[in-house]
């Protein structure tokens, strides 16, 4: 079985990350004077308490964990999007960011959306042409492909974004919540996607909510809780933990 | 599993390459080089969104040309023929065009830029790259945009009777000191525009001040008699740039405190504009 045996990719030592959140009023002007100051108020929430973790070549890790335990936070830290309050981050290179939400440019075509986030990559014009089939095939998407992306479903938005987002092989892929949308055949395609990020000495994190596909994806599964991380190892043996934890009280 | 042979199959060696900080952003240099090697995106993005913009229309790419037309045509049937504003300008009409034509490229730059992060939020928020490629987009396209009405307004210039001159060799000089200060000016919109999105209300009001601040339909050295208030015109910078672009192409004088005035913005801010926004892009659209 996979051991941490490979090299490491990303090392995160005792990750810390705090995140502003800004009281609501914004009431305008007329309670921003009464309180005598415009700047909104807010307080600190410390999201990340302290995370430690390596990555390996050649490896798929599950994060886990129940809604705002901090995993998004912890990729999106990653990436560098989010700065740490203390400790570090280090890697290869710098992960590529998936998640599940965006539209890119609702008002025009897949094709023209291809173009345009393949040009924000990085990608020449003619690279991006020349692997357009290639994208929409993987996408699936190819009667929608001249419709604006507005029309499109989410898990057609979600599958071409997807596709998009790993048309050249990433080092390190971070998958937030992007496969849930997906059908049985997209997730087969994304798997195939997420082997060669690993077949390339690569690492791949997969946040999900959905057991079966950790258990399905994943070389070892992290459980993250409350922004620290409870437990790490073998898939099966910490979905297990984890399920049996949250269930009870689930009210 | 593959423990002996993971030096042979990474085709980039990776074992050996070092771990790098992820938190830290990228120096200010290497930041720019990463845009600049996606520099196609400001390019290709904004021509397609110039030529989507006028499909609905039925004359379509030509309104390109006929908006800086009709604009500059309003403005003279106002000053040039129902009120006189002309008041010993020799040619008026080609001293309006030019006015117009340069004074409108800027706040089209600076109005758009304002809005270039949070119209493109989706693209942010699913693909990493640099978000100055936005702005940037905005100043390219703006400036494609704009090179009818520059041609409009040579050809105008020479049917009023101007003729080319050595003179005219330097105003490719003068459009490129306004694309650096468009360029800057963009990225401080685009920055403000983000943080406080009332900006794009703001600035055409800001604008309408400094359209009448910069002698664009009057001569600022015809109603303003003294050298105190003039050299305070040189402060604008927008002023400075049509002042130049009026010498270069119609003769009209130009003082020094004007070139200054011209040297000093269009390097400044680039500089300054750079700054602000490279200070705060990670926050940018998060």
């Given at each position: 079985m996979m051991t941490a045996s490979g090299s490491v990719t990303v090392e995160i030592r005792d990750a810390h990350v705090s995140y502003r959140v800004y009281e609501e009023?914004?009431?305008?002007?007329k309670q921003g004077f009464a309180r005598g100051r415009i700047r909104r108020r807010y307080r600190s929430i410390e999201a990340i308490r302290g995370v430690t973790l390596n990555l390996h070549e050649h490896e798929t890790l599950g994060l886990i964990g129940a809604n705002g335990s901090g995993k998004s936070t912890l990729l999106s830290a990653m990436t560098g999007l989010l700065p740490l309050a203390s400790g570090s981050i280090r890697g290869r290179s710098r992960p590529s960011l998936l998640g599940v939400?965006?539209?890119?440019?609702?008002?025009?075509s897949g094709r023209r959306n291809i173009l345009i986030g393949g040009l924000a990559l990085g990608f020449s014009r003619s690279e991006i042409e020349a692997r357009m089939d290639e994208i929409i095939d993987f996408a699936g998407v190819r009667e929608a492909i001249?419709?604006?992306?507005?029309?499109?479903s989410a898990g057609m938005r979600a599958r071409l974004h997807f596709a998009i987002a790993t048309a050249r092989i990433p080092e390190i892929l971070l998958i937030d919540e992007?496969?849930?949308?997906?059908?049985e055949e997209f997730r087969r395609r994304a798997a195939e996607r997420m082997d060669d990020v690993c077949g390339a000495a690569g690492s791949v994190v997969l946040v999900s909510h959905n057991m079966s596909e950790v258990e399905r994806f994943c070389d070892r599964v992290a459980w993250l809780d409350d922004g620290l991380i409870r437990a790490v190892g073998e898939p099966a043996e910490i979905v297990e933990i984890y399920v049996s934890t949250s269930r009870p009280n689930s009210r | 599993m593959d423990g002996e042979s993971s030096n042979a199959s990474s085709p980039r060696s990776a074992a050996l390459r070092p771990l790098i900080d992820l938190t830290t952003r990228p120096t200010p240099l290497n930041y720019l080089r990463e845009a600049w090697r996606r520099r196609e995106f400001a390019i290709v993005v904004p021509a397609q969104d110039l030529r989507a913009q006028?499909?609905?229309?039925?004359?379509g790419q030509f309104w390109h040309l006929m908006n800086p037309a009709l604009l500059v045509g309003v403005y003279f049937l106002i000053f040039?023929?129902?009120?006189?504003?002309?008041?010993?300008?020799?040619?008026f009409l080609g001293f309006l065009i030019v006015g117009i034509v340069l004074f409108h490229l800027t706040q089209r730059v600076v109005q758009e830029a304002a809005v270039s992060i949070t119209q493109n939020l989706g693209l942010i928020r699913s693909i990493q790259f640099p978000r100055i490629l936005l702005p940037a987009s905005s100043v390219n396209g703006q400036t494609a945009a704009f090179i009818p009405a520059i041609i409009l307004a040579l050809l105008a210039v020479l049917a009023t009777g101007e003729r080319p001159s050595m003179?005219?060799?330097?105003l490719p000089i003068v459009l490129a000191a306004q694309f650096v200060f468009n360029f800057g000016s963009a990225l401080i919109s685009a920055r403000i525009g983000t943080a406080v999105p009332d900006l794009r209300h703001i600035l055409p009001h800001l604008f309408r001040l400094l359209f009448y601040a910069s002698g664009v339909i009057f001569s600022v050295e015809a109603f303003v008699h003294s050298p105190g208030w003039r050299r305070a015109f040189a402060l604008n910078p927008i002023y400075d740039l049509i002042t130049c672009a009026r010498w270069s192409l119609l003769g009209h004088t130009v003082d020094g405190w004007v070139l200054v005035g011209t040297v000093a913005w269009s390097l400044v801010m680039p500089m300054v504009g750079f700054w602000v926004f490279f200070r705060s892009e990670q926050r940018l659209g998060a």
């Open positions: 009023p914004a009431k305008g002007l939400s965006s539209v890119m440019r609702p008002a025009l001249d419709r604006p992306m507005r029309t499109y992007a496969l849930t949308v997906g059908d | 006028n499909m609905d229309t039925t004359l040039g023929v129902v009120i006189d504003t002309s008041r010993g300008v020799d040619n003179r005219w060799l330097l």
